[in-house]
């Protein structure tokens, strides 16, 4: 591999945490220099290569250091200690428009703008014209920005920051502006700019970004590097460590049973009653969060009045966009029912959830030939969690063939669904 | 090579004219006047004080260098250039961190510049009125060749307000009552230095302290006295007082470097 294009050597940065703000002589003479004892440490010891021409991508929760890096890596700060070599001309988009006056034509802002990320003044009548189509906002260019619209400044600003021919361009979740058609341009652009050898660094919170358009990608995690690697194995990783975080907090704040959604009426003659919806995981452990893919287990609890026959129990899964995803139910198929004691349970086990990540609601029933015992709809809240970046709301399972031959890429689970 | 590439002062020099620009064309644009206000003002302030200097405390103007009788007014306009360049440039450039400081915390660019681009348009604004001057002065006849002497003193100037602007704009990132107290002392500053009076009023010994000497030790009295003396007494002035005013600028512009080693490559973090 060729000498890399950043170069980040442990890498700490630490700032001071003023409890109070000592920014005036009198408070300083009166009080001292301010209660500055407290140090924040945003980067611990952090190191890491950008191969040249890689598209390179920094996740992590908010206050992970991200930003702080990227800061760094721009130059805006400088570390505390370690070291940062860059090979190549930085171009940051930390901010689109950030450098404009409003009293300025779009012009004259072009000028400024693009002299601030390091443009000679021949380079910018070179590609002023560029910059302004780009844009799209030609009608306007010579109008005090100050009148533009919120969309028009940040095309401005995303249009100069990308003509400038960076050899590094640093990104921070600025890809989220202008209309579908811009947003479009701006990938484009970025896609181009990646063929063409731009190093570029992205700091965003969609993963699906970084899996994408990443090569490599680290996870910073409290200031630290807690993994670095090809992107797709990092945001996996990242997106395990969230699911479970999350599981967690619910499985702390529900204590471990699954929320009924009050509400919806109870409808039914009441010899049967489902009293409650237990989700268990793959090993059979309760859970508050189902993980797609994985196998799990939707246990019903039922009280009955007294031992009865064919009883067929029954679930609906609700997404919240209000499509009824499925419906299974224990009649189904002229499987055998058996007899109900008083009080027992019922399990429905799926070898894989071929739902998609998202927010669903659990709907219960206990009927006997059209006669309905129990009925809540949308009764419990069902968080199904995962990482595939796959559209929809199932997941449809299969396998592709390229020119009749067998491709490599099999279903990720190992269930047989034949 | 380090993000933060070690460009020098000249690297950055479209970056500078373009702050330069943006402070010119800001500064009138929405206002019907626009590029007048900065005679009107500056006008306006030479007949305030010659009707109070000159007609109600009645004070007295040396004779042109050419031997013609002095001019009040004129003679406090060629006072007044040199102050205008300074306290406009002060009182201009203090804030301008604060004000870039969004800028500042978003992407990488010496922290001189805006302050350089201030600087820069205030010089260029204020050349106006030195323009004015040396037109009066003409058209009375007042000319010499001490006027060659005119850029180098505009350029020794330039360099030690630069100076003093940029200690001042980036310590007033820390202290930020910094631009109060400059507010008054510039007040200050304009009656302690000999602009509307001739520095030979002031008494040797007052309260026992040597006043006038105190005044003469005043950088801004050296730079007016030896402005007047190129201008209004078509005198090259003393050999100290320009070898002094060297001295006074390189001190400065030391200063001022070692302050903004120290504390002007970190503003992004207190702004």
């Known amino acids: 591999m060729t000498d890399p294009a950043i170069s980040v050597q442990g890498v700490s940065k630490r700032f001071t945490k003023h409890t109070e703000k000592r920014n005036s002589l009198k408070e300083r003479l009166v009080k001292?220099?301010?209660?500055?004892?407290?140090?924040?440490?945003?980067?611990?010891?952090?190191?890491?290569?950008?191969?040249?021409?890689?598209?390179?991508?920094?996740?992590?929760?908010?206050?992970?250091?991200?930003?702080?890096?990227?800061?760094?890596?721009a130059g805006v700060h400088r570390p505390t200690s370690g070291s940062i070599i860059t090979d190549g001309r930085v171009s940051a988009l930390l901010e689109l428009g950030a450098g404009f006056h409003g009293e300025l034509t779009g012009r004259e802002n072009i000028y400024l703008n693009a002299s601030i990320l390091g443009m000679s003044r021949k380079q910018i009548d070179a590609s002023i014209d560029q910059i302004i189509d780009f844009a799209g906002i030609d009608e306007f260019i010579d109008t005090p920005v100050k009148v533009y619209s919120s969309g028009m400044y940040v095309r401005l600003g995303f249009s100069i920051a990308v003509t400038v021919e960076p050899e590094i361009l640093i990104v921070d979740e600025i890809i989220?502006?202008?209309?579908?058609?811009?947003?479009?341009?701006?990938?484009?652009?970025?896609?181009q700019l990646r063929r063409k050898g731009t190093t570029i660094v992205l700091v965003t919170h969609a993963l699906g970004l970084v899996q994408d358009l990443c090569d490599t990608a680290v996870w910073l995690d409290h200031g630290r590097v807690k993994a670095i690697g090809d992107s797709r194995d990092v945001v996996q990783g990242y997106m395990d460590a969230v699911n479970t975080k999350e599981a967690a907090a619910r499985a702390e704040e529900v204590q471990q049973e699954p929320e009924t959604s009050g509400g919806h009426a109870r409808l039914g003659s009441g010899e049967v009653r489902v009293d409650k919806v237990e989700y268990l995981d793959s090993s059979n452990r309760p859970a508050t969060v189902v993980l797609a893919g994985e196998a799990a287990t939707f246990r019903l609890h039922y009280t009955a009045q007294e031992p009865m026959e064919e009883v067929v129990f029954g679930l609906g899964f609700v997404h919240e966009s209000g499509h009824t995803v499925a419906g299974p139910n224990s009649g189904a198929n002229g499987q055998h029912v058996p007899r109900i004691r008083t009080q027992g349970h019922v399990d429905f086990a799926v070898p894989g959830l071929t739902l998609q990540p998202g927010n669903y609601q659990v709907s219960v029933a206990a009927v006997s030939k059209g006669h309905v015992y129990d009925y809540v709809d949308r009764a419990y809240d069902l968080m199904v969690r995962g990482s595939t970046t796959e559209p929809g709301l199932t997941r449809m399972f299969g396998s592709w063939t390229y020119d009749g031959s067998r491709s490599s890429v099999q279903p990720l689970t190992e269930v047989d669904y034949a | 090579?380090?993000?933060?590439?070690?460009?020098?002062?000249?690297?950055?020099?479209?970056?500078?004219?373009?702050?330069?620009?943006?402070?010119?064309?800001?500064?009138?644009?929405?206002?019907?006047?626009?590029?007048?206000?900065?005679?009107?003002?500056?006008?306006?302030?030479?007949?305030?004080?010659?009707?109070?200097?000159?007609?109600?405390?009645?004070?007295?103007?040396?004779?042109?260098?050419?031997?013609?009788?002095?001019?009040?007014?004129?003679?406090?306009?060629?006072?007044?250039?040199?102050?205008?360049?300074?306290?406009?440039?002060?009182?201009?450039?203090?804030?301008?961190?604060?004000?870039?400081?969004?800028?500042?915390?978003?992407?990488?660019?010496?922290?001189?510049a805006p302050v350089f681009g201030a600087i820069i348009a205030t010089v260029i604004q204020s050349a106006i009125e030195l323009g004015i001057l040396l037109v009066v002065l003409l058209a009375l006849g007042n000319v010499s060749w001490t006027w060659v002497l005119v850029p180098v003193w505009l350029l020794v100037f330039t360099v030690f307000v630069a100076s003093v602007s940029l200690m001042l704009a980036v310590l007033n990132v820390y202290f930020r009552d910094l631009a109060h107290i400059i507010g008054v002392a510039i007040q200050l500053g304009f009656y302690t230095s000999p602009i509307i009076y001739q520095i030979t009023l002031i008494p040797e010994q007052a309260h026992g302290l040597p006043l006038r000497r105190i005044i003469e030790l005043n950088p801004m009295t050296q730079f007016i006295e030896l402005f007047r003396d190129l201008t209004y007494g078509l005198t090259p002035g003393p050999a100290l007082s320009w070898v002094g005013l060297f001295v006074v600028t390189g001190l400065a512009a030391g200063l001022a470097t070692l302050v903004y080693r120290s504390r002007g490559l970190d503003l992004s973090e207190e702004l």
């Open chain 2, 1 to 112: 090579m380090t993000v933060r590439q070690q460009g020098s002062l000249w690297d950055y020099r479209s970056l500078i004219w373009n702050f330069a620009q943006r402070d010119l064309k800001a500064r009138f644009k929405g206002t019907a006047l626009g590029w007048a206000w900065s005679l009107v003002v500056p006008l306006a302030s030479l007949v305030i004080y010659t009707i109070v200097f000159s007609t109600i405390f009645r004070g007295k103007p040396p004779d042109f260098g050419s031997g013609r009788a002095g001019n009040f007014t004129v003679w406090l306009l060629a006072g007044l250039v040199p102050w205008g360049i300074f306290a406009n440039n002060l009182n201009g450039s203090i804030g301008v961190l604060l004000g870039a400081g969004p800028l500042l915390k978003k992407i990488y660019f010496p922290s001189y």
């Open chain 1, 32 to 73: 001292g220099r301010g209660k500055s004892e407290g140090n924040f440490w945003a980067l611990r010891d952090v190191s890491f290569d950008v191969p040249r021409g890689t598209t390179f991508g920094l996740i992590g929760h908010n206050g992970s250091g991200k930003s702080t890096m990227l800061k760094l890596l």
């Open chain 1, 176 to 191: 989220a502006v202008g209309d579908e058609e811009f947003q479009r341009k701006c990938f484009d652009r970025l896609y």
